[in-house]
C-alpha cells in the first residue's frame, strides 16, 4: 500500500459553515434520525385525522369556541415534541456515550461552534419537521373538516399563530432540550429531565392547588411556550396550566429563554470538562 | 513537532502527569513508551486538546493545537478509545469529518483505501472488528494529510498485515520529513518503527533518547555458553557469588556478572570445553524493563511476573 501524501490533499480552515454541513452530515447519516422524524411527522396527520373525524358527530351540539380547526389539525404536537425532544437530547448525548465526540473536538478544538452548528442543525430540523406535520395535518383532517364544522383559515391571526406558532414551539423546545441533554451529557439523565419536567414537574406545579406554585408553572418551559399554540377559547392541547398571565409571544419568550439559559449553561461547561 | 513543557494534569487528588517535558522532532518516528497508567494517553488527549492541563503546556507545530485554524491538517490523532458514533457508516464519519476542513469526499475514498477499508465503507462502524475500528481510527488520523501524527496503540488489534502496514506507513511518513508520536506497548515493533524513545512512569519522563543509546545503555546484560559439560562449568563459575548462571538449555547456560574473557578463563582454569561463547545485547524490552522496573504502577502478583519486572535478578533472554 501507499503512503498518506499521494496527492496533495487541499485542507481549509474550520469555519461555522463547515461545522454546519458537518453536523448535518451526521443527523443525515444516522438510521435512527430519520425513524424519529418518520415518527415525529405521522403523529400529526393521525391525531388531526382522528380528532377532527371524532369531532364530526358531535359538531353540531358543540358551542362555535369549540370548534376551531387549528387545535385539531396540531394535535399531534404533543407526542410530536417528546420524539423531536428526545432526538434532541441524543444527538448530544451520543456523542458522549460513544465517543465521537473526540472526533467532533479535535476537528473543532475552539467547541462551543460545533455546539452552536449542531444547536442549529437540530433547530432547523426541528422547525421543518414541525412545518411538514402542520401541513401533513391540515392536509388528513382536510376531508372531515367541513362534515365536523371547523375550518383552516390562515387570513385569521389567531388560526396563522396556532399553525405556524407549532414549527416555532418545536424549534424551540428542541433548543431546551438539547441544551439539557449538552449539560447532563447522559442519554438517560437528558431524556428523563426533560420528560420529567413536563409530565411531572410542570403538572405538579399546575395542578397543586396553591396559587404561588401556579404562578411558577405559569413560567416553566412548555407552559410558557405553549402560550403560542394556545387557543384563545380552548386552551392548549399540551400544557396542564391553562394560565393566561402571559400573552402568547410573552409566553414564547419565558421558553426561549430557558432555552437559552440551558444552552449558556451547556456552554460553559463544554468550555470548562474535559472531553 | 510536538513540545511538552512542564505538563501536569490531575485527576482529583491524582497527579497522573507530572510536569513533563519533552519534544518530539520531525522526521523521525518517536516511540511513547510507559507502563499502564503511566499517563501516555492523557498527555496525548492533552495534546489535542481535549483534556485540559493543570499546569505547564504543550504546543504542535508551534502553537497549541486548539490556536491552528485547520487542526486536522496539522494533527492526525488516533486516541486509545472509541470516536465513532457506531451507527455510522465508515465513509460517512469520514465524511463529517471532512467536511469541517472542506475536505473532498475524493480524500475519503483515498484514506479509505489506503486502509484497506473500502469493501466495508458503507457498513455500521459499530459492526466493526477491533482491527477495523482501527484502521478506521487511522484513516481518520490520516485524512487531513497531517505534519504531525499522534497515535495511541495504532497496531492493537491488527493482523500481521496491518502491523507491517502501519510500520511502513509511519516510516514512510517521517521520512517526509513529518512528526510522527506513536505509543505502543509491544516493544518488538517499537524496536522496528521508532528511532526515538520518550519513556515515561508514573507522569515523569524518565528517558527521552535514541533508541540505539537506550538499548545500548542496558548493556550487555549476559553472556551465552555452550558446552557439553555444563555442571562442571556452572560449579566453577558460581564459586563466585556476583556471578549468575542459569541453564537455558541441555548444553547452554546464560552468566550474568562477568565478562567473556573471565568466563573463559574459568572454563580453562577448570578444564571444560567450550563450543559457544557469545554476549548477549539486552533487547528494548530488557532496556525498558529496567528503565521502568522501579515506576510500574500495577504489577501483576505472580512471582514470576515480578521477576521480570526486576531482569537483573531473573532469568535472560
Ligand atoms: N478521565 C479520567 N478520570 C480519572 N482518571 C483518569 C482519567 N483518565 C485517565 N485517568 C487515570 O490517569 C492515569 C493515566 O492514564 P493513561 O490512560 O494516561 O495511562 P496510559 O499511560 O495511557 O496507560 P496504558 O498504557 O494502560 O494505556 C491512570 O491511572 C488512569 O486511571
Ligand atoms: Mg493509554
Known amino acids: 500500500m501507499t503512503t498518506a501524501a499521494v496527492t496533495r490533499t487541499t485542507v481549509q480552515p474550520v469555519t461555522f459553515r463547515r461545522l454546519v454541513t458537518s453536523e448535518h452530515v451526521k443527523m443525515r447519516s444516522l438510521r435512527s434520525t430519520w425513524w424519529a422524524l418518520a415518527v415525529a411527522v405521522a403523529f400529526f396527520p393521525l391525531f388531526s385525522a382522528m380528532r377532527t373525524s371524532s369531532m364530526v358527530a358531535v359538531a353540531a351540539d358543540a358551542s362555535p369556541e369549540y370548534l376551531v380547526g387549528p387545535v385539531y389539525v396540531t394535535s399531534g404536537l404533543a407526542l410530536a415534541q417528546l420524539v423531536l425532544c428526545g432526538l434532541a437530547v441524543v444527538t448530544i448525548t451520543a456523542e458522549y456515550r460513544t465517543g465521537q465526540v473526540r472526533s467532533t473536538l479535535t476537528a473543532a478544538p475552539t467547541r462551543l461552534p460545533a455546539l452552536g452548528a449542531k444547536l442549529l442543525v437540530v433547530v432547523v430540523t426541528a422547525l421543518a419537521t414541525g412545518l411538514v406535520g402542520v401541513l401533513v395535518g391540515w392536509a388528513a383532517a382536510a376531508p372531515t373538516l367541513g362534515a365536523a364544522r371547523m375550518t383552516v383559515d390562515l387570513t385569521q391571526a389567531e388560526h396563522l399563530r396556532l399553525m405556524f406558532g407549532v414549527p416555532l414551539y418545536l424549534a424551540a423546545i428542541t433548543a431546551f432540550a438539547f441544551g439539557v441533554g449538552a449539560i447532563l451529557r447522559s442519554s438517560a439523565a437528558g431524556i428523563a429531565s426533560v420528560l420529567g419536567l413536563v409530565f411531572v414537574v410542570e403538572p405538579a406545579f399546575s395542578y397543586v392547588p396553591w396559587a404561588p406554585l401556579q404562578q411558577i408553572a405559569t413560567y416553566l418551559p412548555t407552559a410558557a411556550g405553549s402560550r403560542l399554540i394556545s387557543s384563545d377559547t380552548m386552551g392548549s392541547v399540551i400544557a396542564g396550566s391553562q394560565s393566561t398571565t402571559l400573552s402568547a409571544w410573552q409566553g414564547y419568550g419565558v421558553l426561549l429563554a430557558w432555552a437559552a439559559a440551558a444552552l449558556l449553561v451547556a456552554a460553559v461547561l463544554l468550555r470548562r470538562r474535559d472531553a | ?317
Request: glycine share 10%; net charge neutral.
Open chain 2, 1 to 317: 513537532m510536538i513540545e511538552a513543557h512542564r505538563l501536569t494534569k490531575r485527576y482529583g487528588p491524582r497527579t497522573v502527569v507530572d510536569g513533563m517535558t519533552f519534544t518530539v522532532q520531525p522526521g523521525r518516528v518517536t516511540g511513547f513508551l510507559g507502563p499502564n497508567g503511566a499517563g501516555k494517553s492523557t498527555t496525548m488527549r492533552m495534546t489535542v486538546g481535549l483534556d485540559r492541563p493543570h499546569g505547564g503546556t504543550v504546543t504542535v507545530n508551534g502553537a497549541p493545537y486548539a490556536r491552528h485554524r485547520a487542526p486536522l491538517a496539522e494533527v492526525g490523532v488516533l486516541l486509545d478509545a472509541k470516536a465513532v458514533h457506531p451507527g455510522r457508516s465508515a465513509r460517512a464519519h469520514l465524511r463529517a469529518l471532512a467536511a469541517t476542513h472542506g475536505i473532498s469526499n475524493a480524500r475519503v475514498d483515498e484514506v479509505i483505501d489506503l486502509a484497506g477499508l473500502t469493501s466495508v465503507a458503507h457498513q455500521r462502524a459499530g459492526r466493526f472488528s477491533l482491527g477495523m475500528g482501527q484502521r478506521l481510527g487511522i484513516a481518520a488520523a490520516l485524512l487531513g494529510d497531517p505534519a504531525t501524527l499522534i497515535l495511541d496503540e495504532p497496531v492493537n488489534g491488527l493482523d500481521p498485515e496491518g502491523v507491517l502496514w502501519v510500520r511502513t506507513l509511519l516510516r514512510s511518513l517521517a521520512a517526509e520529513g513529518r512528526t510522527v508520536f506513536l505509543s505502543s506497548h509491544l516493544m518488538s515493533e517499537m524496536a522496528l518503527t521508532a528511532d526515538h524513545l520518550v519513556v515515561v512512569g508514573r507522569g515523569r519522563v524518565v528517558a527521552d533518547a535514541p533508541v540505539a543509546d537506550i538499548v545500548a545503555r542496558a548493556g550487555t546484560s549476559a553472556v551465552r555458553v555452550r558446552t557439553p559439560e555444563t555442571a562442571r562449568l556452572a560449579d566453577a563459575l558460581t564459586r563466585d557469588p556476583a556471578l549468575r548462571v542459569v541453564s537455558t538449555a541441555a548444553d547452554t547456560l546464560e552468566v550474568s556478572g562477568a565478562d567473556a574473557p573471565t568466563i573463559a578463563a574459568a572454563a580453562a582454569g577448570a578444564g571444560v570445553v567450550l563450543h559457544e561463547l557469545a554476549p548477549v545485547q539486552a533487547s528494548l524490552e530488557d532496556a525498558y524493563l529496567q528503565l521502568t522496573g522501579g515506576e510500574v504502577e500495577y504489577r501483576a502478583a505472580a512471582p514470576d511476573a515480578t521477576a521480570h519486572a526486576r531482569p537483573t535478578s531473573g532469568a535472560h533472554r
